[in-house]
């Protein structure tokens, strides 16, 4: 594994700029004399009181509506601000011990992106994909121009662009669509760039495909590891939690390789609050998502119980990227109790740094019930054992049966018992974090 190490603590808040401070969709746009990615210095307290322990920004550089269809790569987007209040921001957050994670778009650009207009007019084509006279876009999108990845110009451009806002204190990048790039891209660019800066961390949007491969043969140190994702709420939703275990045992050979960027929600899809059919178990993905290996990230909103559902339309993702006011403002006590869980499972998980490229190994499997044990390297007593109960039964977990004395509930729904247990039952709808001894 290549990652540096400070990631083995890392737990990133994500954001969305644009829409947190409501620069799009707006109209009229605000303009660069407003500084709006100063407001994000106002939720840097914030982070940290959740317990992240650096902030992923999404596209924060000048486009023309959502931020990836770049225009300019080397200046902060106008409705954002400046340059001015990038470096206010990042030495704000480096100030709180929080690192930045930038979100680089360099798959395609914008309509206004300079050479495409060049190119467009009859000059330099060789920037981008071309099919006869016909540019290549991402996906479909007129609006998305595809670069073109064979050429040097491209590669030296984009080694340029991430050493630029690294040099500027950003500690990493977030590479978006890079399943759609070639992996010998990268393999030529970030070389380059970890000669310059070694400590600096590459993540891939990855969404389908061989995860690991992609890391071998591209120099990613981490992919977005969606089959996760989907195992989550889907094995919760249809009670079928033998789901859940096989995407684990996946999630294994992964951790083998390479330690994925884990999430249960981002600026993409829809959130775990409404993609989950019962409120319940909004803190049964969030003890998945904290205690097994990864690094993990929490979608902005998700920690307070925010609601959206993505569409597929024109303005589709605009009810998961809204616009926030202060910390805490118009948050009741749902979103409260989701609040302190968040806090409580990310103070349980960096108190066990361990489980950064945690193994899990399946205890009991039922359909409505899970218990697995989540396991560290050498020390034996780097063990929890996590119980999961979507049914309308109490679940019975006794440890002696899976080779344990006796352990402590560190963590559950309800009010668990304080003294040592050797069995315990898992409410309906309930789940339980146990340190086993």
């Known amino acids: ?166 040099d500027r204190g950003a500690d990493g990048w977030r590479l978006d669509a890079a399943y759609a790039v070639p992996d010998r891209f990268w393999a030529q660019v970030l070389p380059r760039v970890r000669e310059r800066h070694p400590q600096a961390w590459f993540v891939g949007e990855v969404i389908h495909g061989d995860y690991s491969a992609r890391v071998r043969d591209s120099g990613f140190d981490s992919v977005t590891q969606y089959e996760l994702w989907k195992a989550i709420w889907s094995s919760l939703n249809d009670a079928n939690l033998h789901e859940l275990d096989w995407a684990l045992k996946r999630h294994n050979e992964f951790l083998d390789v390479f330690v994925p960027l884990t999430f249960i929600g981002n600026h993409d899809v829809t959130r775990i609050a409404s993609k989950l059919d019962n409120p319940a178990h909004v803190e049964h993905a969030l003890v998945v998502l904290l205690t097994t290996g990864g690094t993990p990230s929490i979608y902005a909103g998700d920690e307070v119980a925010y609601r959206g559902i993505k569409e597929e339309r024109f303005g589709g993702d605009d009810a998961v990227r809204p616009e926030f006011g202060s910390p805490h403002e118009g948050v009741g006590e749902h979103g409260q109790q989701v609040f302190r869980a968040h806090q409580h499972l990310i103070g349980l998980r960096r108190r066990h740094p361990w489980l950064h490229t945690a193994r899990t190994a399946p205890l009991q499997v039922t359909n409505e019930g899970y218990v697995y044990a989540s396991r560290g390297g050498s020390d034996a007593g780097d063990t929890l054992v996590v119980a999961l109960n979507v049914g309308d039964e109490p679940l019975p977990v006794a440890l002696t049966e899976f080779g344990f004395e006796s352990g402590d509930v560190v963590a559950g729904s309800g009010a668990p018992p304080a003294e040592r247990i050797v069995e315990t039952t898992v409410p309906p709808h309930g789940w339980l974090v146990i340190a086993p001894s």
């Open 1 to 166: 594994m290549s990652e540096p190490d400070w990631v083995e603590h890392a737990l990133w808040w994500q954001v969305y700029p644009l829409g947190f401070v409501g620069a799009h969709p707006a109209d009229p746009a605000p303009g660069p004399e407003e500084h709006r990615l100063r407001r994000l210095v106002d939720w840097l307290d914030y982070a940290q009181e959740l317990g992240a322990s650096g902030l992923a920004l999404g596209p924060v550089f000048a486009s023309q509506t959502h931020g990836y269809d770049t225009t300019d790569h080397y200046r902060i987007d106008g409705r954002l601000g400046d340059d001015g209040d990038f470096d206010h921001l990042v030495a704000e957050a480096h100030g709180r011990g929080l690192r930045i994670l930038l979100d680089g778009v360099f798959n395609h650009v914008g309509t206004d992106f300079p050479r495409y207009r060049d190119a467009l007019a009859g000059g330099d084509r060789s920037w981008f994909r071309v099919r006869g006279d016909e540019f290549a876009t991402f996906e479909g999108h007129g609006g998305l121009i595809a670069l073109n990845h064979r050429a040097g110009e491209v590669v030296d451009y984009v080694v340029d662009v991430m050493c630029h806002w690294l």
